[in-house]
């Protein structure tokens, strides 16, 4: 999707609140094999996530015990559009049957319930629907921002979802106030965010794995979406195809202790200088100049494979407005927007 095109879908959806893209198994699984052995001991909180529908709680409730997850915790919002879909909730055990009650679940154990020598997804449906303690009702709607929510947080180690992207600055400044480790996806463009690059800056925040490409995520099948080549349906089920959706996480990640491997020669011709201020454009991350030791300014893509230890962020720089955190304003005939303000680690 044109990057204008994207931005009207998750502008539209951020002022109607339909914030409901749901995230593929495929995804998650892809993303969360590089994170396995952080889990265990942990209790695990997936607090944007209607259980019945989202693949995070399938995932971790059918990796319970691979993981060596000491705790699952899912909570879901009131208005959940599509809630009760794969498991009926008059099959579940200490709910009402109309979906309209938001609800959470607390796992701590998975057996094999149904004696068939393995333990999955099934178990999980087995135990919903026998033990009337693993699914309570919640007293508030549900939201991450309510009361009751915020308590199970304080109990979470790891929180990993899929949160309201016209939420994300709110979202994440909760989960850095609570001191928590998360794994969650959002928009790029989110990179740009005052809070979200300060918290980068200050290595609270960085990227996961796996950024690159396009994203299916399921919606309501009443969501509009206007371009044909971002929109099928399989199995009745309606999907929507975002680029520049990425994982934002401060879980370890292997990556961000490599170096970018360098390889250009530093030109004046090639790397021009900022109008205002010191500091030389480069267009590619795979082109920055390893015999530069000045100040650099470098696209947002840049985050994704930043490392602490090779180079420093400085600031955030834009052509067409102020963004703060010693930000500085590009003028230059060609327009550049968005660039990560670096300089080589001594």
């Not at 919903?128 to 009361?147: Q, V």
């Not at 996961?208 to 399921?218: A, E, I, L, P």
């Not at 201020?277 to 470098?298: A, E, L, Q």
């Not at 994704?304 to 102020?322: T, V």
């Amino acid at each position: 999707m044109a990057t204008k095109t994207l931005n009207t879908a998750l502008n539209k959806a951020g002022k109607a609140k339909n914030d409901e893209f749901y995230t593929q198994l495929v995804d998650i699984e892809k993303e969360l094999k590089h994170y396995k052995e952080q889990f265990r001991g942990k209790v695990v909180y997936c607090n944007c996530d209607d259980p019945f529908e989202s693949n995070f709680f399938k995932y971790f409730a059918a990796n319970f015990n691979t993981l060596g997850i000491k705790k699952l915790i899912s909570t879901s919002f009131v208005k959940s559009p599509i809630a009760g879909g794969q498991l009926p909730l008059f099959e579940v055990k200490g709910l009402k049957p109309d979906g309209k009650q938001p609800f959470k679940i607390e796992i701590t154990e998975v057996t094999d319930i149904d004696g068939d020598g393995a333990i999955d997804l099934d178990d999980v449906k087995n135990l919903l629907r026998s033990n009337k303690n693993t699914a309570t009702p919640l007293l508030e709607n549900g939201d991450f921002r309510s009361a009751e929510c915020i308590e199970l947080l304080k109990e979470a180690d790891i929180v990993v979802t899929n949160p309201p992207f016209s939420l994300f600055r709110e979202y994440v400044a909760q989960l850095i106030e609570h001191n928590k480790k998360f794994l969650i996806l959002g928009d790029q463009n989110a990179i740009t965010y005052k809070e979200t690059f300060g918290y980068i800056k200050d290595d609270k925040l960085w990227l996961g794995y796996d950024n690159g490409g396009t994203k299916w995520f399921q919606v309501p099948d009443d969501y509009d979406i206007q371009t044909e080549s971002r929109k099928k349906i399989e199995d009745g089920v309606k999907y929507f195809s975002m680029g520049r959706i990425v994982w934002f996480t401060n879980l370890d990640t292997t990556k961000r202790h490599n170096n970018i491997d360098l390889y250009k020669q530093y030109s004046p011709e090639e790397f021009p200088k900022y109008d205002n201020y010191d500091v030389i454009n480069v267009n590619k991350v795979s082109d920055i100049p390893k015999d530069y030791d000045g100040v650099m300014g470098v696209p947002i893509t840049f985050v994704d494979k930043y490392s602490p230890k090779q180079f420093e962020i400085l600031g955030l720089a834009n052509s067409a407005r102020w963004i703060g955190y010693e930000c500085y304003t590009i003028i230059q005939e060609r327009k550049i927007y968005n660039r990560i303000i670096i300089k080589r680690q001594k």
